[in-house]
């Protein structure tokens, strides 16, 4: 049985909208976190295990790099940050990098595209591009 959303719960949702500090997704509200909203920064376990480290870090840097280096309008595909840190191991770093691409999302660094259009990295699926945000 689905469960069903009381007016308290609804009332009780934040107006605010929060993104994950790990992969960078929206983070959905639970009633369950009514109590402490403010104090949460992932959205899941697992992200909470994971964190961000000096790899993640890395990421964002070649990304940030990757962009400076072309034109104000150009884009670059997550393969091509992948292939820059890991030449001969690149596809186990694509979901990495996209998790990068939606922190810097999040921090208003870039934006992210499929097919010339911006759009929300929470639900995006299948090829993406990056570019600087205009």
Not at 105 to 132: F, H, L
Request: charged letters at 30%; glycine letters at 6%.
């Amino acid at each position: 049985m689905a469960h069903r959303q009381s007016a308290a719960d609804l009332e009780a949702a934040p107006v605010s909208e929060k993104v994950c500090g790990v992969c960078g997704r929206r983070i959905e509200w639970r009633a369950a976190w009514a109590r402490d909203w403010a104090a949460v920064t992932t959205c899941s376990a697992a992200c909470r295990r994971a964190g961000v480290g000096p790899a993640d870090r890395v990421l964002e840097q070649r990304i940030r790099k990757l962009l400076a280096a072309r034109a104000a309008s150009a884009t670059i595909c997550p393969s091509d940050v992948a292939r820059a840190v890991a030449p001969d191991d690149w596809r186990a770093l694509m979901e990495p990098v996209r998790r990068a691409a939606r922190r810097l999302v999040a921090a208003g660094e870039v934006d992210i595209t499929q097919g010339g259009r911006i759009v929300d990295p929470s639900t995006a699926k299948g090829p993406i591009r990056i570019r600087r945000h205009r």
